[in-house]
């Protein structure tokens, strides 16, 4: 089994910052790629950012946010900057991983979400 544990949200003021982790763990071979969704009240899950080789970015957290990756700790970083109240939601790991050398072991997962709340 592969398992994503992220922390780092709460409760920040308008212009603030943050930073997410998320750790996997389990039966890994290889990760492919790690990102960061985020679920707003009512909203549609939606991409932030991802790293698969090269890093992607949504258009509303381009040069606030940055994605990093630590391979050797199979953990995913959102470093968030100049927060707005609009970033307010749940913000979810996502991971595609191979469990062994077999190509069809490869899975997405998700992480259980953390909150992040700015206030203006």
């Known amino acids: 089994q592969v398992q994503l544990v992220e922390s780092g949200g709460g409760l920040v003021q308008s212009g603030g910052s943050l930073r997410l982790s998320c750790a996997a763990s389990g039966s890994i071979f290889r990760i492919n790629a790690m990102g960061w969704y985020r679920q707003a009240p009512g909203k549609q899950r939606e991409l932030v950012a991802a790293?698969?080789?090269?890093?992607n970015y949504a258009d509303f957290v381009k040069g606030r946010f940055t994605i990093s990756r630590d391979n050797a700790k199979n953990t995913v970083y959102l470093q968030m900057n100049s927060l707005k109240p609009e970033d307010t939601a749940v913000y979810y790991c996502?991971?595609?991983?191979?469990?062994?050398?077999?190509?069809?072991?490869?899975?997405?997962?998700w992480g259980q979400g953390t909150q992040v709340t700015v206030s203006s």
């Open positions: 996502n991971a595609n991983i191979y469990r062994d050398s077999n190509p069809w072991s490869r899975g997405e997962y």
């Open positions: 790293s698969a080789g090269s890093t």
